[in-house]
């Protein structure tokens, strides 16, 4: 039987450029992050970026799809300054005044084998959205993707932010980091 434990949790009282979270206990087997967001980005949706242990250096690399209506897009990148683990809705789609701040995006991301040194990490995101607005069209977006960092270090803080610094998280997005041992 899994045993989750709840870690921290972060709600922004005002806008932020990232959330960190640091001095992670190193007693469990996986961490999971459980985020509800929305972001001052200009544009409909953002990607999260996950960062480890403070580094900063080109030893990301990622790969996602995401679907929305009848459309499609995937991407990959390697050798990126951070991972993408999730998505969040923007602030923007396409007129005045905008995706309203009461919109949030939801996302999961999964940290394997944080602790173990013998291995580079491996994250895996799951995470949608959903808005209709009176001056756009409705849009539902889908996004599922996974990172690796070139690092054997056990994971001992995560920084999450928006497009490498372009925006930020807004007031009221919470971030939520769990525990979790098979037994």
């Given at each position: 039987?899994?045993?989750?434990e709840?870690?921290?949790?972060?709600?922004?009282?005002a806008?932020?450029?990232?959330v960190?979270?640091?001095t992670?206990?190193?007693?469990?087997?996986?961490?999971?992050?459980?985020v509800?967001t929305?972001d001052?980005y200009?544009?409909?949706?953002?990607?999260i970026?996950?960062?480890?242990n403070?580094?900063?250096?080109s030893?990301?690399?990622y790969h996602?799809?995401?679907?929305?209506?009848s459309?499609?897009?995937?991407s990959?990148?390697?050798a990126t300054?951070a991972?993408r683990?999730?998505?969040?809705?923007g602030s923007?789609?396409?007129?005045d005044?905008g995706?309203?701040?009461?919109?949030?995006?939801?996302?999961?991301?999964?940290?394997?084998?944080?602790a173990?040194a013998?291995?580079?990490?491996?994250?895996?995101?799951?995470s949608?959205?959903?808005?209709?607005t009176?001056?756009a069209?409705?849009?539902?977006?889908?996004w599922?993707?996974?990172?690796?960092?070139?690092?054997?270090?056990?994971?001992?803080s995560i920084?999450l932010l928006?497009?490498?610094?372009?925006?930020?998280f807004?007031r009221?997005s919470?971030?939520?980091l769990y525990?979790?041992?098979?037994s």
């Open positions: 039987m899994a045993v989750v709840a870690i921290a949790t972060q709600y922004l009282e806008n932020a450029s990232s960190t979270f640091s992670i206990p190193q007693t469990y087997e996986h961490l999971e992050l459980r509800s929305h001052t200009d544009t409909t949706y953002d990607q970026y996950i960062r480890f403070g580094d900063t250096g030893n990301y690399w996602y799809a995401e679907g929305y209506g459309s499609e897009n995937t990959y990148g390697g300054t991972g683990c999730s998505q969040s809705i923007w789609d396409g007129s005044p995706i309203p701040t009461s919109y949030y995006s939801s996302g999961i991301v999964t940290i394997l084998d944080y173990n013998n291995k580079n990490t491996t994250v895996n995101g799951l949608g959205l959903s808005y209709d009176p001056s069209s409705a849009r539902n977006s889908v599922m993707g996974s990172s690796v960092w070139d690092n054997t270090a056990a994971i001992t920084t928006t497009t490498l610094g372009s925006g930020v807004a009221g919470v971030f939520n525990g979790w041992n098979s």
